[in-house]
């Protein structure tokens, strides 16, 4: 079946330092692929995604890009805030379903 | 829009005790899912909903059952609960465009605890 592997956490970083978490996949067919955010003690929002093969998913300074040829979908910013802490969820839908495959997450810790 | 809401936001149970967790959305979303959330597993789906009157499993299901009398709700019931299902349970809502199926939008949660 379908399953993402996302790094373990957690990530610890400085203000203003590049990001990197990276996510693989295992699906058939052709996923759309998802980067979501939960902040403490709150749902899930989506980040970011992207529904074909090259397409980037960008949103408030953090990028992904669908890499079929190496089935990744990694997530970068190129500077963070501490207000960038929280957990970050890869996750795909499946071709045909309605639902959610998700990785286990990475909790971002970033310090001043 | 109010998007996907849930009640209750916080519940003990004993074990054996039976409840019902609501979930409602006001986006007129097709599908519907229900997922739990534990440390270090990510989220897993325990049932879901392709419309009104169709519902289906997930990869946790034992223990829950659902059902879809309307689009807008989606309850998820708690048979006998149990220790094990100690959790923060997500409700989601989505919908598709030309057959893609797009995000999944998020209640606020369930913490849920069982003793």
């Known amino acids: 079946g379908d399953s993402v592997t996302q790094m373990e956490g957690p990530v610890t970083l400085s203000e203003e330092a590049f990001l990197t978490i990276n996510c693989t996949y295992t699906a058939t067919g052709y996923p759309s692929l998802f980067w979501y955010v939960q902040y403490p003690g709150e749902g899930l929002q989506l980040l970011l995604k992207a529904t074909k093969a090259d397409d980037k998913g960008s949103n408030k300074g953090f990028e992904a890009t669908y890499r079929k040829e190496t089935t990744s979908f990694h997530l970068e910013k190129g500077s963070v805030q501490v207000s960038d802490s929280a957990v970050y969820f890869c996750?795909?839908?499946?071709?045909?379903?309605?639902?959610?495959?998700f990785g286990k997450g990475t909790m971002l810790l970033v310090s001043p | 829009n109010a998007g996907v809401t849930q009640t209750p936001k916080f519940q003990v149970l004993k074990t054996g005790q039976s409840m019902t967790l609501q979930c409602a959305q006001d986006m007129n979303h097709e599908y519907m899912s229900w997922y739990r959330q534990d440390p270090g597993m990510g989220l897993r789906l325990i049932h879901y909903s392709v419309g009104a009157g169709i519902t289906d499993q997930g990869e946790v299901p034992n223990g829950y059952n659902v059902s879809r009398s309307t689009t807008e709700d989606f309850p998820l019931r708690l048979l006998s609960a149990a220790p094990s299902q100690t959790s923060v349970y997500f409700c989601a809502s989505s919908y598709s465009t030309r057959g893609i199926y797009n995000e999944q939008f998020f209640g606020p949660g369930t913490r849920l605890t069982v003793l």
């Open positions: 996750a795909l839908s499946g071709s045909g379903y309605s639902t959610l495959t």
